[in-house]
């Protein structure tokens, strides 16, 4: 899809969908992204340990038992263990991302500082701190101190100087009212239907993220086609939002439980249609199309009238693709200024035709020849 500032369309060159494949390894993360061809990876999705030091049984007011993360995988002996860590996975990640590829990572207070300040020390260039904002967090059990009510996403590139990482800024600005995207996003806890549950009704998992989180982050920060990958694969968020949203994936699970819930889920999961898909394509990254070409291709004839919205203007079109008012002669832009006596202006948006069922704007044509374009 192109969309032009004012909203007209034209399709974007096609995007192997059918290639997308989807595949969970089991076992470290370390190890197994080492085996990765280096610099073939799109996006890296990491939701690592949190290392959240929880020491002892959590309880409410009532002494009922809180489910809280406590499990082996979050624990480690020392902040240092766990930079060791950090620092092993990271660099395993970075050798397998492409120079345009971008890096998410997300923590709580307990380890982002860590991890962004390790970040930035392997080389990795920090483009913006998300705050996903809970609308259900959990209340806060223990000592004297506010409710977690948030979480924190870095979104990195892989070095300072990477050149072309995808943000696709018009879609999301498209989506947002045409107002820009924000960095704090207010997206719940993930609960009801999407919450994986084994046979005895309890969570799969301590730590299953949002879709509408991943969801998010793929659509700003990926295309269809891209492959995607998560070390810390849990429940196979990242994969089952990434197959519904035509990228490929590969997630990395050390435990087999996790592996096996995830792989279910994600062959669960029906891609959406791809023309829901496709790219939406700026009106900077629209292929060039002259206004001569209009003429070229019999959409406008010579001597044809070109008219503003309200029919007060008109300017003759010439064979040679530049068009006359009065005794000016120019570019459909130049003659569009020079008729309302403006600074500036785009010809596209400014021009009309007569057509039998009223006046058509010409960008509207040169929207019908990218399309054709696009579908060649
Ligand atoms: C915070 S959870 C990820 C949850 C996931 N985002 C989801 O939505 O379900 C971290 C996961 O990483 C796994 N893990 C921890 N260390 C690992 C390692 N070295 N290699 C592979 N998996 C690891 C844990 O078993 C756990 O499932």
Redesign the pocket.
């Known amino acids: 899809m192109v969309v032009s500032r004012r909203g007209a369309s034209a399709r974007a060159p096609r995007t192997n969908f059918e290639s997308a494949s989807h595949s969970i390894i089991v076992?470290?993360?370390?190890a197994e992204m080492s085996k990765l061809q280096p610099g073939s990876v799109d996006l890296v999705f990491a939701?690592?340990?949190?290392n959240l030091q929880l020491k002892g049984d959590l309880k409410r007011p009532d002494e009922s038992h809180v489910d809280a993360v406590n499990d082996d995988?979050d624990k480690f002996d020392s902040f240092s263990a766990y930079d060791d860590f950090t620092r092993a996975?990271l660099l395993a990640a970075r050798r397998a991302m492409k120079p345009s590829a971008t890096i998410w990572v997300i923590g709580s207070y307990h380890n982002i500082f860590r991890v962004g300040a390790i970040m930035q020390d392997l080389g990795f260039w920090l483009l913006n701190d998300i705050v996903w904002r809970k609308t259900n967090p959990m209340p806060n059990f223990r000592g004297r101190r506010f409710t977690n009510a948030h979480e924190t996403m870095i979104w990195a590139a892989r070095d300072e100087k990477a050149k072309g990482y995808t943000f696709n800024y018009e879609a999301l600005k498209a989506a947002n009212e045409d107002v820009q995207a924000r960095s704090d996003w207010l997206i719940p806890l993930c609960t009801g239907e999407e919450r994986l549950k084994g046979a005895d009704g309890k969570k799969v998992?301590p730590?299953?993220?949002p879709e509408g989180l991943l969801a998010r982050v793929l659509l700003s920060s990926s295309k269809p086609g891209d492959l995607v990958i998560?070390?810390?694969?849990?429940?196979?968020?990242?994969g089952a939002v990434a197959k519904r949203l035509g990228r490929s994936y590969i997630g990395?699970?050390?435990?087999k439980t996790?592996a096996k819930a995830a792989e279910a889920r994600i062959a669960a999961v029906e891609p959406l249609p791809e023309e829901s898909l496709v790219p939406f394509m700026t009106a900077r990254e629209a292929p060039r199309v002259a206004f001569s070409e209009l003429i070229e291709r019999g959409m406008i004839m010579p001597g044809t009238k070109l008219f503003d919205a309200k029919k007060k203007l008109g300017a003759l079109v010439r064979a040679d693709g530049a068009i006359m008012f009065g005794d000016k002669v120019g570019s459909i832009h130049r003659i569009g200024a020079v008729a309302q006596g403006a600074q500036a202006c785009n010809g596209w948006t400014f021009w009309h035709v007569e057509t039998k069922k009223g006046l058509k704007l010409i960008d509207e044509l040169r929207a019908e020849i990218r399309a054709g374009m696009a579908a060649e």
């Open positions: 076992g470290d993360c370390v939701d690592p340990p949190y995988w996975w998992h730590t299953q993220k998560d070390p810390f694969n849990g429940t196979g968020t990242t990395f699970e050390r435990d996790y």
